[in-house]
């Protein structure tokens, strides 16, 4: 089982629509966790952090569930300009080395 | 404005040839990260470094080299012992060696390392 898992997608939904996705790690001692945007061909941008509370960003709302071990990204009233892959990262803050990509699940937004 | 400079964007390297990616930061960051992502896959990491003068392999350091001889630069040295070495190479800071709530990583724009 990979360490951090995420739908590859592609998920296709039309403009204005509500779309969520979610990323599941396997580890229970995993501290902090974040949602990035990585466009075509371009390096990945911190899209944002994952509060334990969780958190909202005008379209943008992150979830966590520590007990399903799972983070989720919710974006309402989606524009044609998230069209983008969106990654899970997860870091167990023990190490540097134990920050971990997933591999990113791919949406595209239609007119 | 500060930020992270990659170079070059694009690189060619001959098979049995040794190239050199270059990382700068001016954000005062600590620490340093280069990363290698393949089509469809998760960044894997190749080294980090948390200090000037140390730095730590990633989980593929295998035909890597690296040195942080100053905190603003990290470059990356692609050896011939690195036998699949096309591949997108992205290089991040952060503040410390641990991103955490509310500050992740900073990423340059990577360099296209394709061998010919």
């Known amino acids: 089982r990979k360490e951090v898992e995420q739908d590859p997608g592609p998920f296709n939904v039309p403009e204005g629509a509500t779309v969520a996705f979610n990323c599941t790690y396997s580890?229970?001692?995993?501290?902090?966790f974040f949602w990035y945007r990585q466009d075509c061909r371009k390096e990945p941008k911190l899209l944002m952090s994952?509060?334990?509370s969780g958190n909202e960003d005008g379209r943008f709302t992150a979830q966590l569930n520590r007990a399903s071990q799972y983070i989720s990204l919710l974006i309402r009233d989606s524009k044609l300009s998230d069209s983008a892959t969106y990654l899970c990262?997860?870091?167990?803050?023990?190490?540097?080395?134990?920050?971990?990509f997933g591999s990113g699940t791919r949406l595209s937004i239609r007119p | 404005d500060g930020g992270i400079t990659q170079s070059p964007k694009y690189l060619f390297r001959k098979e049995g040839q040794n190239v050199t990616l270059s990382c700068e930061q001016n954000?005062?960051?600590?620490?340093m990260y280069w990363y290698r992502q393949d089509p469809g896959q998760g960044l894997r990491l190749i080294y980090y470094?948390?200090?000037?003068?140390?730095?730590q392999k990633g989980d593929i350091a295998e035909g890597y080299s690296v040195s942080r001889e100053k905190k603003e630069s990290f470059p990356l040295t692609v050896t011939s012992a690195q036998k699949n070495p096309t591949a997108f190479y992205l290089c991040?800071?952060?503040?410390?060696?641990?991103?955490?709530?509310?500050?992740?990583?900073?990423f340059g724009s990577g360099t296209r390392l394709t061998v010919v």
């Open positions: 991040a800071s952060s503040l410390s060696g641990h991103p955490r709530e509310g500050y992740g990583y900073t």
């Open positions: 580890n229970s001692a995993s501290q902090s």
């Open positions: 994952v509060y334990s």
């Open positions: 990262v997860v870091n167990m803050k023990s190490s540097a080395s134990k920050i971990i």
């Open positions: 954000l005062n960051h600590d620490a």
């Open positions: 470094s948390q200090i000037v003068n140390d730095f």
